[in-house]
């Protein structure tokens, strides 16, 4: 493994981070059913298993009288006196598939984390941009409900693999970006993210070659249909406004290149955005080094300098 724009973490920090490793085993990971690299739909009905001491809010709807899919499972420590920074997950499953029901940041509920995982609409529901409608519409949920639920409205963290890693670096780079934003509610809150965690996500439709799965998601090939592959591709709004970023791509990905990870750092770099890319040597899309204690590690430390530390959220 190794980091192509390494950053120093907080030493500060360490003794959360240890708290923290002491919960992530991997085999309460694999339960937490991640994305395989199939991009396999959870099994329907299932239900990851907590961590002592989390209590779970199950499909709660994030639009008002919306689609089935607009529901999500929020995760919380039990008896914390103090509003919690939010992690969201969102699933992969190339558009077509997936579930709620698999979330691995549950166990940094432990750590101090409010964790939400979200469903969103699929491409057979909908097509472009229904899913980033959807995703930023539970982002403005949360803050409106944030008194409600004990939340941080100003520490929003996103997280998310493959199809999911795309939506949340689109939730990251597209604050402000009105034709994203969807009619799905809460109008007079901001959809900003403070923090992105991607795994393996597209970048750019234009030359990540073609797919099924992104036919149906763009509604038709991307090059034959390029205002619509430009306006879902994340590098499209790269600028000085995007969220922190950490990327973690596998070098042996042959689903989505790592290109697409390496031109999307190098792009966020240009513009003085903080962003570390983490390459996982012998990697596929998804996979267990992705789970291990060192990327979890990474990841937590991640959020603890960008979700713990008080800096408002921008409008």
Known sequence: ?????????????VPQVLNLLRVL?????????????????????SKPALPAGVRALRDLAYVEGGHERNRLDLY??????RPLPVIVWVHGGGWIGGSKAGCPAIPFVTNGYAVVSINYRLSHHAIFPAQIHDCKAAIRWLRAHAGKY????????????????????????TAGVKELEGQGGNAGQSSRVQAVVDWFGPSDFLTLGPKDTRTKLLGGDALQNKPMAIKASPM??????????????????KTVALSQSELFAQALKK????????????????????????SMKQIGEFFARHLTQPKPAQP
């Open 236 to 253: 499209t709004y790269v600028s000085k406004d995007a969220a922190p970023f950490l990327i973690m791509h596998g070098d042996a990905d």
């Open 76 to 81: 919380l420590p039990e008896g914390s006196a």
């Open 271 to 294: 513009e003085g955005v903080e962003v570390t890319l983490v390459i996982l040597r012998g990697a596929g899309h998804s996979g267990p080094q992705f789970q291990g204690l060192e």
């Open 25 to 45: 085993g991997l085999a309460a990971l694999l339960n937490a059913g991640l994305v395989s690299a199939q991009e396999k739909v959870a099994r329907p009905g």
């Open 150 to 173: 004990g939340l941080d409205p100003d520490h929003i963290g996103v997280w998310g693999g493959s199809a999911g890693g795309q939506l949340v670096m689109l939730l990251g780079t």
């Open 1 to 13: 493994m190794r980091a192509v724009t390494p950053q120093s973490f907080a030493s500060r920090r």
